[in-house]
């Protein structure tokens, strides 16, 4: 059978009972499930927790594994309906480090790259996010929510760099006219 729907809009009676019968959905996606509980609209915030611990009975080593697969979805839905400042972030992020290498040691994977997904490495000691694991090329790591990172001044060389540029351009176009 299959379920039909997406699983961003089912309502909290449709997500327990799709999570109770999984094994009768041939396109049952725990990651779909989890993804929906940030995107769901239908439900609130307490239906939401429900929900994800909940198939967390069902699915908690999928859920673990969630930090190495897509670090982003874990920390939507760990954090669901909790505010968190800057440094609980940092917190999360470093448990999140730890637990990669954990799960990784335990499932005695020792190369550094999971299918497509490399440690992060940006280069400022600061990052919250080096040495943990993600997809190349995705949103999370093409973001700039590095700490380290001084965007202000990369912008002005830049900006001081391509006008320097143009002047240069202009300057030999109008040598080759005369």
């Known amino acids: 059978m299959e379920i039909g729907k997406k699983f961003n809009a089912l309502n909290l009676e449709e997500y327990l009972f799709f999570i109770d019968n999984y094994k009768n959905y041939s396109d049952f996606n725990t990651l779909g499930l989890y993804r929906s509980l940030s995107e769901n609209e239908n439900l609130t915030i307490e239906q939401k927790i429900q929900v994800r611990d909940y198939a967390n009975k069902y699915f908690e080593k999928t859920f673990e594994f969630l930090q190495i697969k897509d670090p982003w979805t874990y ?33 005695k994977i020792k190369h550094q790259n999971f299918g497509k997904y490399s440690k992060h490495n940006c280069g400022y000691e600061t990052c919250p996010m080096n040495g943990i694991m993600i997809k190349q090329g995705s949103h999370l790591a093409e973001c700039k929510m590095c700490i380290g990172n001084n965007d202000k001044y990369q912008r002005k060389v830049k900006s001081e760099k391509r006008k320097s540029e143009r002047k240069n351009k202009n300057l030999i176009i109008k040598k080759e006219l005369e």
């Open 75 to 107: 920390i939507k839905v760990i954090t669901l309906g909790l505010e968190l400042t800057n440094a609980d972030k940092e917190e999360l992020w470093r448990k999140i480090r730890v637990n990669q290498e954990n799960i990784l040691r335990n499932k």
